[in-house]
């Protein structure tokens, strides 16, 4: 009987996310098997629609000794026009970045779609941990899960308050910045045995001008569009140096 109090009571907590909260969301069935496989340690509940045939997820939950409540307030709440049907509840963690890997350095970025889908591009090279600059876009923000599809759980990130005190505590590396008027991308050559930064800005803005005492490169494209999408720099970015480094 005190399993099912507790479970009702988690339920009734159940509320929308804030930046502030201990605890996010991951939405979607795909997105909490990703949760459960990789950081099953800090996952807290997970909510199952009565409508859905979740039993992959329920089944592995159980086993890892997580609560399942079937609930359709929790997506109400939640996912109130999302076509989801699972939603896996989870305490956020540390997942400190290595000063012996490649970084990508994300300066300032402000939306949630792009955010997680460079966290997918970072986990599906394996080459890179990623650093996220404030102020920035949420990495738990249950938006920015849900664009990683769970990817978000494999992989390395640190946030800091400023570029510099990145630098300070990983600085030993050559940093290389993104940024309109830098050489030619396609023609930078990286050392296996060297370590990198590479530096990305905002989406909208850029990097700031104080950037370039560091050299830079640029992604050279046509006239025909002003500017690639900032996930698709970083992926072109996360692609040249893996294969390279590896």
């Not at 939405?27 to 098997?33: D, H």
């Not at 490169?217 to 893996?242: F, G, M, P, R």
């Given at each position: ?59 592995k939950a159980k086993t890892l000794g997580v609560p399942v409540v079937a609930s359709e307030k929790a997506f109400n709440i939640l996912s109130p026009k999302e076509?989801?049907f699972v939603i896996g509840e989870f305490e956020k963690f540390d997942a400190k970045i290595c000063g012996e890997r490649n970084h990508i350095v994300l300066v ?132 040249k140096i893996s294969i390279q480094t590896r």
């Amino acid at each position: 009987m005190a399993g099912c109090y507790a479970v009702f009571a988690w339920e009734i907590m159940v509320k929308k996310y804030k930046k502030t909260d201990g605890v996010s969301y991951a939405l979607g069935a795909t997105v909490t098997m990703e949760l459960l496989n990789r950081r099953g340690e800090y996952a807290r509940c997970v909510y199952v629609s009565p409508k859905s045939d979740v039993d992959a997820v329920t089944e592995k939950a159980k086993t890892l000794g997580v609560p399942v409540v079937a609930s359709e307030k929790a997506f109400n709440i939640l996912s109130p026009k999302e076509n989801c049907f699972v939603i896996g509840e989870f305490e956020k963690f540390d997942a400190k970045i290595c000063g012996e890997r490649n970084h990508i350095v994300l300066v300032n970025p402000s939306n949630s779609g792009n955010l997680g889908t460079i966290i997918r591009d970072v986990a599906a090279f394996d080459s890179v941990d990623l650093v996220v600059i404030r102020p920035s876009a949420d990495p738990f923000d249950p938006k920015t899960v849900r664009a990683s599809m769970g990817a978000v759980f494999g992989i390395n990130f640190e946030l800091f308050d400023s570029f510099e005190a990145y630098a300070e505590k990983y600085g030993k590396r050559e940093i290389l910045p993104f940024m309109l008027d830098g050489l030619p991308f396609a023609e930078r050559d990286f050392a296996k045995d060297k370590k990198y930064a590479l530096v990305f800005g905002n989406e909208a803005t850029g990097l700031p001008r104080e950037f370039s005492r560091y050299g830079g490169v640029k992604i050279e494209q046509s006239d025909k569009a002003d500017s690639l999408n900032l996930a698709t720099a970083v992926a072109i970015a996360l692609y040249k140096i893996s294969i390279q480094t590896r």
